[in-house]
């Protein structure tokens, strides 16, 4: 068992060795992203080359994107992009008077991360996935309510913002976009 555990810290510490990191200011903020490009794409990409999807993981309160790096032996295995990016103090803009979090447009963030991304990378657009554990599950929550980026959205362990049940204005869930989402949350989960 303990080889195992050296081996998988080996194995985070060389794919971080060949991880980009995507940095660029957006209104005003410095944003950090990291993102992990499996071997499947060569370094020069042909124009026959098929694009690939790319997911996005978003971390949980106090996290940050380099927490879900793991994630990138899957991204290995099955040959898409990931991108590991990180909210601002830690946290996301999941909405109206989000507990916990901020007024900085991560909406926005995203959807600019997501350009950049496509414009250096062989990115299928029809094939952006989101995902997220916790404050992470909350903000991919409310992107399935907000974004019209996303091919499918799954959370784990996140919360719905009540500003968007039934009594908040219909024209800001979705904006007549759908999107299928996949939501887990444990039995004994309180948050």
Known sequence: MKEYKYLAVFYLF????????????????DRECYLYKPSCIP???????????????????GGEGVDNYGFSLVAEDSCFVVAFPSGMYNTWNCGPETPYGHEIDDNSYVDALIDTIYNNYPIDTNRIYGTGHSMGGGF??????TSTRFTALG?????????????FPSYFISRGYTVPIIHSHGI???T
């Not at 060389?14 to 903020?29: A, R, V």
């Not at 991919?140 to 309510?145: D, E, G, K, M, P």
């Open 188 to 190: 004994i989960d309180e």
């Open 14 to 29: 060389t794919t971080l060795l060949y991880s980009d990191e995507i940095d660029f200011t957006h209104d005003g903020w």
């Open 155 to 167: 959370s784990s362990g996140g919360w719905l913002n009540p500003f968007y049940l039934d009594d």
């Open 140 to 145: 991919t929550n409310h992107l399935a309510c």
């Open 43 to 61: 370094d020069d990409v042909s124009d026959d080359f098929e694009p690939v999807p790319l997911v996005l993981m978003f971390h949980g309160l």
